[in-house]
């Protein structure tokens, strides 16, 4: 059965619009923010010149069936002030799933503005047939949510709905990380036992690293300080509610190498004559281990021929020096802390005498 409204189930778009317009209401706020852009700005213009309502209804349609669609729409201080049908409570407290939760959704929208949406297709007030009443049928009262939810739940006499649990997946407990760079794997599990799940939040050594509204939970920790490093995770629901994870120790023994601080030798202009030999050399003061090298002409790689060697090595020979290899000689020098080029030897050549 679907629960989407139909457009001859709205009563009265007018007052629709108006409510939601207005957000006195912090579900008729919450429901604004979940309006299109389009729908935002048809609403803005009815019901003034220029306006169309059969474009309006429809946009709003849309927007409401859309949010009849989402997991859970229900918070105790979203729906605070607005009374709910028994039917609608106790459908809340019996924590339906698949298309029962579009039935709720439908139902809370109802309760929301009564006066505008139809009940007709799918529920009624409920009823139980009295002879005391005026009219031979008593009518089940409203409930109204108050302002935090475990007042509501014990108001109604309904089980407030476990937290979500938090459960790891990765990174094992105690697992050491001993290599550089260091990334290390985070991924956990949220079993929903209740009202849905707004986000989860991950954090290391108490700083925020990642922040998810849904599934997977799943990141990772690029190169954490050196020493115990402490996970952590906190799970939000729609109700406003949190829950932690245990936390989870790893251990961070890998070296943060140091980055290569090199130069050229010979440094400065170096002037020779064609058919000449080039030899020159980088020389590195610091720089964690292995190093990569790479020579390079003008801010072009050098590969080695026939004539040029060691293009890849702390050396760079290059012999029958010709006008081509005249230029701006540096080298790129790399290690797990990153690159870094040297200031150039400019090579000028000249004619042999």
Known sequence: MSWIVLPYEVLDLRSLADTIKKQNRPFDKWLVAKLQTNTLHSLALYPGPGSDIHVLQQLLLDDINRVIALAWIFDPIRFSGIPLRQETAILISQNPQGTQVERLNRLLLEDAYPQELSRDRFTRWTTIAQTTSKDGITRIPFLTVPNNAAAFYRSASFAEPPLPQLRWISPQAGRQFDTWPVLVPIEL??????????????????????????????TSWQNPPRGTACLLARLFDTTGRST????????????????????????????????ETLLIGV??????????????????????TQRIKGTKTPTLSIEDL???DEGQYSARISNAAGPMVTNPLILVLKQAC
């Open 189 to 218: 599990d949220a079993t929903d036992v209740g009202f849905g799940i707004e986000r989860v939040e991950i954090y290391g050594n108490e700083v925020l690293l990642a922040t998810f509204p849904s599934a997977p939970y799943t």
């Open 244 to 275: 932690y994870s245990d936390p989870r120790f790893v251990e961070i023994t890998a070296l943060r190498p140091l980055p290569p601080r090199c130069e050229i030798q010979p440094a400065g202009i170096f002037t020779k004559q064609i058919g």
């Open 283 to 304: 020389h590195c003061t610091e720089g964690t281990e292995p190093l990569a090298y790479q020579w390079l002409l003008n801010g072009t790689p050098l590969s080695d």
């Open 322 to 324: 010709r006008p081509e």
